[in-house]
T-cell receptor, first 112, second 112 residues
């Protein structure tokens, strides 16, 4: 059973702080990893994809991947109240052509 | 560039009925994946269509079926609706099965 695990939260951070969201996955040979943001009542929005070990930065977002530890994280710098949402980690496992496995999501609350 | 669209937005059905949900893929994308998202959970993969062929299926019964048309739009059909089928149904399009997937706004299905 291939799994993706996230802490459901809520994770509460003050405005301007760094929010750190974590995800672990069960399949060592997975190749593609994605972070989606989902506002309440809306559909998931792709915010980051990462395929290689290390860091990938896009604006205030940094995705970090460690395949040896089977761990992927998302850092949000200078957190804003508008970042308050559920963040979904998704993994494309090896041997699949397109089946994304999602974690249950971490709810982030950014307090003004 | 036109994004992913879905119809209808909301739908109420009674147990035992049948439903058809529709999805138009993003311009230039040839692959459509369908997901079911229950409240408080991450999306669960139903199946994927690539160039009009089913290209992977999740752990859903045969009463969940679909098809893809030559213009890459897609339908999800659910027969013999059950109360547990109440969920947000998401369509995602991509260029190929293993690439980034972009979600439509979803269809909220309620089964009474």
């Amino acid at each position: 059973q291939k799994e993706v695990e996230q802490n459901s939260g809520p994770l509460s951070v003050p405005e301007g702080a760094i929010a750190s969201l974590n995800c672990t996955y069960s399949d060592r040979v997975s190749q593609s990893f994605f972070w989606y943001r989902q506002y309440s009542g809306k559909s998931p929005e792709l915010i980051m994809s990462i395929y290689s070990n290390g860091d990938k930065e896009d604006g205030r977002f940094t995705a970090q991947l460690n395949k040896a530890s089977q761990y992927v994280s998302l850092l949000i710098r200078d957190s804003q109240p508008s970042d308050s949402a559920t963040y979904l980690c998704a993994v494309l496992f090896s041997g699949n052509t397109g089946k994304l496995i999602f974690g249950q999501g971490t709810t982030l609350q950014v307090k003004p | 560039e036109t994004g992913v669209t879905q119809s209808p937005t909301h739908l109420i059905k009674t147990r035992g009925q049948q439903v058809t949900l529709r999805c138009s893929s993003q311009s230039g994308h040839n692959t459509v994946s369908w997901y079911q998202q229950a409240l408080g959970q991450g999306p669960q993969f139903i199946f994927q269509y690539y160039r009009e062929e089913e290209n992977g299926r999740g752990n859903f019964p045969p009463r969940f079926s679909g098809l893809q048309f030559p213009n890459y739009s897609s339908e999800l059909n659910v027969n013999a609706l059950e109360l547990d089928d109440s969920a947000l149904y998401l369509c995602a399009s991509s260029l190929g099965g293993g690439s980034e997937q972009f979600f439509g706004p979803g269809t909220r299905l309620t089964v009474l």
